[in-house]
């Protein structure tokens, strides 16, 4: 579903808030020239993960979804000198075409980024015992969305935000159905949010650029 108004509305408001940004143009460029899917976040929602990030006071990120590192930039440019994102990405060519990006952007001094599947990665950053992240955006595979979440809630801090994006998929979340894969990956997700009592959360409805989609916000409890 798309509707050519969204997109109108997107673009008028970039060009008054968000404006020309030539890094983040350049990252665009450089993974569509890559042949990396258009699957980033938009402009729009881009710069709303970079106010929240800020509005937090972030100082560690962890980030599941690298893909060109578009989203990697707006969250890193919300961190202080001495904050940290590590950001996890499944395919070694994203990895190199993020890499490359963070860079262009002079993040690479605050920004990792760690190759391999989440799943895989995530037991073995959390048997680091890292500091426990104030921010955690998942934008990855959404069949695993929901043991993704499961480790968000186990690395974030008290208080911490846990963003996940592609949540409603044009609506297609309704249909318990559905034989996309990724709408059940997301139904499940839904489900185990609801039933968590670790987090309070809510799931916000999206239209713009990226057509209808939607993120669930939530906030790890004071244990």
Same mark, same amino acid.
């Given at each position: ?21 030539? %890094?983040?143009?350049?990252? &665009?460029?450089?993974?569509? *020239? ?13 710069? #709303? ?7 937090? =006071?972030? !100082? ?7 893909? =060109? ?5 707006? #969250?890193? /440019?919300?961190? $202080? ?9 499944? &395919? ?9 990006? %963070?860079?262009?952007?002079? #993040? *690479?001094?605050?920004?990792?980024? /760690?190759?391999?599947?989440?799943? &895989? *990665? ?34 974030? !801090? $008290? =208080? ?15 249909? $318990?159905?559905?034989?996309? *894969? !990724? ?10 949010? =609801?039933?968590? $009592? ?10 713009? %650029? ?14």
């Amino acid at each position: 579903m798309a509707d050519d108004r969204w997109t109108a509305v997107d673009t008028y408001f970039g060009d008054l808030m968000i404006g020309d940004d030539p %890094v983040l143009a350049a990252a &665009e460029a450089a993974s569509g *020239s890559a042949g990396l899917p258009d699957i980033a976040v938009s402009p729009a929602q881009g710069k #709303l993960l970079h106010l929240l990030a800020r509005a937090s =006071g972030v !100082r560690r990120i962890l980030e599941i979804g690298t893909l =060109g590192g578009y989203s990697t930039i707006w #969250l890193g /440019r919300a961190l $202080p000198a001495d904050g940290r994102l590590i950001s996890l990405e499944a &395919e070694p060519r994203h990895a190199e075409v993020a890499r490359a990006n %963070v860079a262009n952007a002079g #993040l *690479s001094e605050l920004v990792e980024i /760690r190759i391999g599947p989440a799943l &895989e *990665s995530l037991p073995k950053l959390a048997a680091e015992q890292p500091d426990p992240f104030d921010l955690i955006f998942i934008d990855a595979d959404k069949e695993n969305n929901a043991a993704y979440f499961d480790w968000a809630v186990r690395l974030g !801090r $008290p =208080g911490g935000l846990i963003i996940t994006d592609n949540v409603v998929r044009d609506g297609k979340i309704l249909d $318990p159905n559905h034989p996309d *894969s !990724r709408v059940q990956g997301s139904r499940r997700f839904a489900e185990l949010v =609801g039933a968590n $009592p670790r987090v309070s959360a809510t799931t916000l409805q999206t239209v713009g %650029v990226k057509g209808w989609d939607g993120f669930t916000l939530a906030v790890v409890n004071d244990s």
